[in-house]
């Protein structure tokens, strides 16, 4: 039988203050306690730790041996819990996570600003990955998590929505479009189009929007980054059709988002993690920043 954390933490105390009654009231326990403790410790080692005089314990050769590894696990398991403590308490730790460069840009700045005012002692790590890196790095291990829309879940990943957001048509304030009532698909197809390349969530909502409508249409300009995208559509190149969140955030004044309809397409901003694996304490608080100001999903 191995002793027990409770007896090592009696047998410490003891051998520093000599009487049973000191250790009893560092314990908060009683005296006879402190005495069974030691007892069970000694039947446990096999071994006397202390000789008994009328007034006091003396520790034996074997226990003067043993102390200085026992007090060195008994401050290491105070080192655990302390840091337990701050970390389970938000008082520090790591906040690791990727996202597409739309979202790193338009929404995480804001976020993180907050963030740190309210956890100044963890450290914060963004990686603005395109979206198919953000499963890659979230199954490695390189972060924590990823924020973004994805075209397929692999094996391994678990997707939880943060934000549903509708598809809309980017335009100038002073294009026709922006002046319709309604704006539908068919409406945006006669307009040159800005659009993401192939392999983005996004894309793969308009490709799949076109396909159920029968339509072909081809991209004008493709690009990688949302931003580029709206900077074209503000130099007047076309209507780019992104998610209408991200506009708000980006310094493009001349530009307005009209939602499409016939049909309402929506896409999901989900937080990407492995499966099976709980986070840590400072990136549940960062995600409940993210509910807190952008809102949470009806159906999440």
Known sequence: MQPTIKQLRAFALVCRFGVLTRAADEMFITQ????????QMEEALGMRLFDRTSRSLRPTV????????????????????????????????????????SIAAAIV????????????????????????????????????FSIG????????????????????????????????????WADALSYPWIGVKP?????????????ALGERKSI????????????MTEAGLGIAIFPGMLLGSFPHRDLVARKLEAPVVTRDVNLIRRAEHSLSPAAESFIELWYKRIGKPASA
């Open 109 to 144: 700045p804001r976020l993180v600003a907050e963030y740190r005012a309210l956890y100044p002692n963890i450290e914060v790590s963004i990686d603005d990955a395109a979206p198919d890196r953000l499963t890659a790095s979230t199954l490695t291990g390189d972060v924590e």
């Open 32 to 39: 006879p306690a402190v005495s069974v403790l030691i007892r």
């Open 62 to 101: 074997a226990a003067q041996e043993i102390l200085p590894t026992v007090e060195r696990m008994l401050r290491d398991l105070e080192s655990i819990q302390s840091s337990v403590k701050e970390l389970a308490g938000r008082e520090r730790g790591q906040l690791r996570f990727a996202a597409t460069p």
């Open 220 to 231: 004008e300009y493709e690009v990688s980054y949302m931003t580029t995208g709206l900077s």
């Open 149 to 184: 829309t994805i075209s397929d879940k692999p094996e391994g990943i678990t997707l939880q929505c943060l934000a549903r957001d509708r598809l809309c048509a980017i335009c100038r304030k002073d294009s026709p479009l922006a002046k319709k009532r309604r704006v539908t």
């Open 199 to 211: 392999g983005s969530g996004i894309r793969g909502l308009i490709d799949e929007t076109l396909f």
